[in-house]
């Protein structure tokens, strides 16, 4: 979310304010019997709001990704605690609007913590990422099942392993795997020469891999190690995965052209991604 998004949602809820002070009582009345609605969520991400609330991005396992305001969450004393931290595992009680675009947020519960992932400089970029990437690409209010748990399985390697290239790197796959943006790993997209024990090739620009001959001026190497790994990815659950020390540069291949088939789709660079090269 860019600056100017947040400075739209801060003025929206200004006027829902203004508004909320002039309604009647007949329609606090009714407001106060919408039913809050119930969802396992993970926490995407969240920005200061005025001087005492938050504004709150979550992927809801029952109602897709959904932004809300925490009000007094910024507060010494508040009820979230550190349920609101990036990618905190949790269950969210809410109340939805018809006509609003940001529900209120009631009531935030731990499921699960990662805190010292969140509370690790390091880990955290990781962490940052995956937030930074689910944000870009999933649609608001759209349940996605396979996401939520591809989320929740990064996270919680991470955490697990204190280690982010390998949940990142199986991430960053299998998000252009489900979005359905993988390119062939067997053979050139441009003249259909199999690349055989040959290195691929592929950059930000277009969603494909080429063979030596085609490869543009500017194109990173995706060698056959790398593409092993993907097909070990596409059969293996992460947490069953040992990362071997000789598998580093070919997770970091693999991340590396799956980020950039992320952000040919999403047309526009990830700000999160300079920060892995410094963590
Ligand atoms: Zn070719």
């Not at 829902?16 to 009582?25: H, N």
């Not at 349940?143 to 919680?156: G, K, T, W």
């Not at 659950?237 to 291949?253: G, N, P, V």
Request: proline fraction near 4%; glycine fraction near 6%; hydrophobic fraction near 45%.
């Amino acid at each position: 979310m860019d600056a100017r998004v947040v400075i739209t949602i801060v003025l929206r809820v200004r006027a829902l304010r203004t508004e909320c002070g002039s309604w009647s009582g007949a329609a606090s009345a009714r407001r106060l019997l919408m039913p809050a609605r119930e969802t396992e969520a993970i926490i995407l991400k969240t920005f200061p709001l005025g001087e005492a609330d938050r504004l709150v991005s979550f992927l809801g396992r029952a109602s897709g990704r959904v932004r809300g305001v925490a009000a007094g969450a910024r507060r010494i004393k508040n009820r979230y605690g550190s349920t609101l931290e990036v990618l905190s595992h949790v269950q969210i009680w809410y109340v939805e609007k018809e006509t609003r675009e940001l529900v209120r947020i009631q009531q935030a519960d731990l499921l699960e913590s990662f805190h010292k992932a969140q509370s690790d400089y390091g880990l955290s970029t990781g962490l940052a990422v995956i937030s930074e990437i689910s944000e870009l690409i999933l649609p608001e209010h759209e349940v996605s099942e396979p996401m939520f748990r591809l989320i929740l399985l990064a996270a919680r390697e991470v955490e697990r392993t204190g280690d982010w290239s390998l949940p990142l790197s199986y991430f960053a796959f299998w998000t252009v795997r489900l979005g359905g943006w993988l390119p062939r790993f067997d053979r050139c997209v441009a003249c259909d020469a199999p690349f055989g024990q040959h290195p691929a090739f592929y950059d930000a620009h277009q969603a494909g891999l080429f063979c030596e001959k085609c490869r543009r001026p500017g194109m990173k190497p995706l060698h056959l190690e790398a593409r092993n790994l993907a097909e070990r990815f596409a059969g293996e659950r992460l947490d069953r995965i040992a990362y071997e020390k000789s598998m580093q540069a070919s997770a970091r291949e693999l991340r590396e052209a799956a980020l950039s088939w992320i952000e040919h789709h999403v047309e526009r660079r990830l700000m999160t991604r300079e920060l892995l090269e410094s963590a």
